[in-house]
């Protein structure tokens, strides 16, 4: 199994910047895709932002031209850079690794990071 460690939520105020990061226990260059979701309290877990073979992104509607998930496989990092937060994006934020293991599929996450967005 691989470990996803998370870092860099925190309180900000809305139209700041956050950047999150995502340690791999492993070389993400093999991963199928990594992503960042969010969750708030009672309610689903919802794809942010992946990123795929060719570095191919694909963002939810609501981050689209705010945030830019990136990824440095020589440290086997993901990071999510989050610009002109908002009150909405305050969640926990989870990364995601997805990746095949001696022919099967595996879904990893990290154990979450909270994001709070003050107005």
């Known amino acids: 199994q691989v470990q996803l460690v998370e870092s860099g939520g925190g309180l900000v105020q809305a139209g700041g910047s956050l950047r999150l990061s995502c340690a791999a226990s492993?070389?993400?260059?093999?991963?199928?895709?990594m992503g960042w979701y969010r969750q708030t309290l009672g309610k689903q877990r919802d794809l942010v932002a992946t990123?795929?073979?060719?570095?191919?992104?694909n963002y939810a509607d609501s981050v689209k031209g705010r945030f830019t998930i990136s990824r440095d496989n020589a440290k086997n990092t993901v990071y999510l850079q989050m610009n002109s937060l908002r009150p909405e994006d305050t969640a926990v934020y989870y990364c995601?690794?997805?990746?095949?293991?001696?022919?099967?599929?595996?879904?990893?996450w990290g154990q979450g990071t909270q994001v709070t967005v003050s107005s």
């Open positions: 995601n690794a997805k990746y095949i293991l001696l022919r099967n599929n595996y879904d990893s």
């Open positions: 492993r070389n993400i260059g093999t991963f199928n895709a």
């Open positions: 990123i795929g073979y060719g570095d191919i992104t």
